[in-house]
């Protein structure tokens, strides 16, 4: 396609980080604490097992009663979540057994294959802010290069991924209910064995709840929560990686500390979200040091001021971010559907 518009001068690299000025700070942050994860373990599940058991019984006081509470639960699946991504990255715990035992259980309360989905996170994790090497792990982003030279269906596609009523509630409950099924081509064999092992897990749950609580009562309530959480959960992970001024870069270009602290965002929530997310709003130490517990994120951050330079988002400003759209090359930023007009007219806003 030809392309017409003019040429925009590309911004000046910015300085990079001294990577010796972080290094000594996160090791002192990267050993885990048995007791703060036996903690954050019984603070966790066993109000989730309680509220579970009250959205039960409020189905038969009121559906609104029972709609807070998806709510609740959502929340506390989010915490959930980030417990099995701590086992994931081996640093829940010391022990690798204990972090693949309770990596597997949380799996299954979110619906998620722990080795596979661990897999896929590695590489996001390598491969984060680099323009060459998405698509594992992340959310589908194009440039405005790519997009303008692109057919009309994928234009189309595109559109309707990046539309919010798709990108935080249809896609969220076809990622864990029905794409987390299935194994990727690339994955070895542990990878798919642990898709399966968790699909037999996750029959053998909604098979017991069902059992327990009638199968339209558990699909119910267990549709719900998925729904809530996942959404909550894209939507922490859009705000991570998806902000105006992030990083990304080519191959050549590209650098691990770089990525981190100017490609992961520093989510600043209140108090009682940041407990729900598991301080994962500290999202560039974490990238930084994936080895620091979620318990120990907050206290690496406070305790250089390199890590403070990171301009936070706060919950207001981030609604903002939803207008996003593509990656601008050469003005080094995300842009909406009406930075195109800039380059084509006949390309339409929306």
């Known amino acids: 396609m030809n392309q017409t518009g003019p040429e925009q001068p590309a911004s000046p690299k910015k300085t ?23 903690w954050q373990l019984v603070d966790t599940l066993v109000p989730y097992a309680f509220v579970w058991y009250l959205m039960y019984l409020s189905l038969s ?31 829940f715990f010391k022990s690798n057994t204990a972090n693949n035992i309770v990596g597997f259980i949380t799996g299954v309360l979110t619906l998620t294959p722990y080795h596979h989905w661990r897999w896929e996170h590695n590489i996001h994790h390598a491969s984060s802010g680099a323009l060459d090497r998405r698509g594992v792990g992340d959310i589908w982003t194009m440039t405005v290069q790519e997009y303008l030279q692109s057919s009309r269906w994928k234009r189309f596609s595109y559109r309707i991924v990046r539309n919010p009523l798709v990108l935080f509630g249809i896609a ?6 029905v794409w987390q099924r ?4 690339k994955a070895s064999s542990r990878e798919r064995w642990s898709v399966r092992w968790m699909n037999v897990a996750i029959l ?26 996942g959404a909550l959960g ?23 500390t770089e990525a981190a602290l100017k490609g992961s965002s520093y989510y600043k929530l209140p108090r009682i979200l940041q407990w729900f997310s598991g301080n994962i709003g500290f999202h560039h130490i974490h990238h930084l040091s994936p080895r620091i517990p979620n318990y120990y994120l907050e206290s690496c951050h406070d305790a250089n001021p390199i890590f403070q330079e990171v301009k936070p988002i706060t919950l ?35």
């Not at 969220?172 to 209910?177: D, E, H, R, S, V």
């Not at 894209?234 to 650098?255: L, N, P, T």
């Open 234 to 256: 894209v939507w922490m992970f859009y705000v991570q990686h998806q902000f105006e001024d992030v990083y990304w870069e080519r191959d050549g270009d590209w650098d691990y």
């Open 16 to 38: 990079k980080v001294d990577t010796n000025s972080w290094k000594s700070i996160v090791q002192q942050y990267q050993t885990p604490s048995l007791p703060r994860a036996i």
């Open 61 to 91: 006081w009121s559906y609104w009663i029972t709609a807070a509470l998806v709510v609740l639960a959502g929340l506390f699946v989010i915490r959930i979540f980030i417990i099995f991504h701590d086992c994931c990255h081996g640093s």
């Open 182 to 185: 299935f194994s990727m081509p």
């Open 316 to 350: 207001l400003s981030s609604l903002k971010l939803i207008t996003l759209r593509l990656w601008d090359e050469e003005e080094r930023k995300l842009v909406g559907w009406s930075h195109l007009r800039k380059f084509r007219q006949d390309v339409p806003a929306m």
């Open 172 to 177: 969220p409950a076809y990622l864990f209910i």
């Open 204 to 229: 053998l749950m909604a098979a017991g709840l069902s059992y327990a609580f009638g199968i339209g009562t558990y699909l119910l309530i267990q549709l719900g929560i998925v729904m809530v959480s």
